[in-house]
């Protein structure tokens, strides 16, 4: 395996929402990492970044609102160190999700 000329570190993003909400299972959620959008979906998603602050929101389309749900989190990313973040989406829908990070751990002991 050839290693990159530039250390990466990951956001592990976990995007969740509430069983009850089944109803979300049938929207894409949406990822904005410093203003760019990345393909998402519910569970696990990982993005490989170089070292550095990120400015990453999370939402949902619901009824007539885009940004169902909307967290924001200035995420730090570290070389060679997955940086695993939980989003939780709203109880009541017209409120605000939550995100977190959770830890910060070295990828050789990261379980993809």
Known sequence: MQQSP????RIELNISHNPMAFIL???TPKVVINGYPCPARWGRNAYDLP???YDVT???PYMFQSDAGLARLQIPV???HATIVLYEA???MWSAGSMRVTQT???QMHIP
């Open 6 to 9: 530039h250390p990466q570190g």
């Open 25 to 27: 299972d049938m929207v």
């Open 51 to 53: 070292p550095g602050p």
């Open 58 to 60: 999370a939402s949902f």
């Open 78 to 80: 570290y070389a060679h």
């Open 90 to 92: 709203p109880t009541f």
């Open 105 to 107: 751990i070295p990828m």
